[in-house]
């Protein structure tokens, strides 16, 4: 086998997600043969650094010699079982540390199978609760402009980058964006909190929830915004009886400093929606956290039209199950969080010189996601695709966002891997 051979046969019958694939006529597809620790490898024996932790997913490594052990263990016990009227010990186990881990007042875990899923479920849940309560009319859902929560129909319903929402506009459901604080500083997150406190006194009898992305719009370009924000948000939800969701499906697990971004602001949501690292980026698996106080807005003698009828073949599978426990265990008793406020300061380090550029517009970082964002360039420019080419031949994997090149490298990256993916990016730039 080689990377010619699989290219082609993969061609012949696959259709690849937020791909172009007339762009695969002369970009060739990178067939991966193995990995371990940062690194992928082909078929040809070329290796790439990860920096961008395939899709925000992976945390320890590729391979990580303790999550395979755990799957293994796993598999010779149970490999899946039905959640309804079942349960198992790893799928126990995990709700229990994920209740202690996640801010207070997050009681109860529902799960699910990947991210968008579990923002369907955050959404259907807010809106059910309201319903118990008599209040018919919460039907309205409230999003951050610039916002991206999912590619389901629901999800998409709140989300608000056009790139991914245009096309399927006919399809979504009525919903509300409110004003995203243009930058990080204190003074913009007041703006934008006064902005939804006006909506909130208008609409508040219709509004179910708001959901928003705690501090960084991932795929927005990876907007960020200070932790303020956060804080009013979560007294004007609680003033105007509306449900607060964070989406922490990108910033949970250590990637913006703390465990979970929420933590920053020392806020407990109404729903906290988990997925991604959840499971070190091994197995699909997701989490929607509530309160006691949501759940028992459910728990009735049986009444179909109260009960939260809603359901996902793989809930709480088992193997995906001990993949997360694993990965909680790493956060545990590797110190995981204060090491990589360590390895932040030296992505902090090599960043700044990227702000001597001449087509850089600005840099950014929160945690371990740093940020460039070039200036001077159109859309059909492709910029990003020309970064990403300069990257793979240097041996590096960088997907920017159009005209943003970001780094969320795994959490394990040493100095001298650090250096080259950040170096890469640089050369690439300079060379635009």
Known sequence: MNNLELKNRDLDVLWHPCTQMKDHETLPLIPIKKAHGVYLE?????????????????????????INEKIKEQLDTLEHVILAGFTH????????????????????????????????????????????????????????????????????????????????????????QTTVPKDMSLEAAQIAAADFETLCKQRADDISAIILEPLIQAAGYMHMYHEEFLVLVRDICTKYNVHLIADEVMTGFGRTGELFACEIANITPDFIVLSKGLTGGYLPLSVVLTSNEIYAKFYCDYNEHKAFLHSHSYTGNALACAAANATLDIFENDKIVEKNKILAAKMNDRLQKFKDLGNVASIRQRGMVAVVELKGYKSE????????????????????????????PPYIMNDEELSTMMDTAYEAILGL
């Open 42 to 66: 082909d078929f040809e024996g070329n290796s790439y650094i990860d920096g961008i932790s395939s899709w925000w997913v992976n945390m320890f490594g590729h391979t990580n010699k303790y």
């Open 89 to 176: 010990e790893p799928v126990v186990r995990l709700s229990e540390r994920l209740v202690k881990l996640t801010p207070r007042g997050l009681d109860k875990c529902f799960y699910s199978d990947n991210g968008s899923s579990a923002v369907e479920v955050a959404l259907k849940m807010s809106y059910h609760a309201h319903l118990n309560d008599g209040e018919k009319n919460k039907t309205i859902f409230v999003s951050l402009k610039n916002s991206y929560h999912g590619e389901t129909i629901g999800a998409l319903s709140v989300g608000d980058v056009e790139l991914y929402k245009d096309t399927y506009k006919p399809l979504l459901l009525e919903t509300l």
């Open 381 to 408: 420019d492709r910029i990003g695709l020309k970064v990403y080419q300069y990257g793979l031949s240097k041996g590096v994997l960088l997907r920017p966002l159009g005209h943003v090149i970001y780094f969320m």
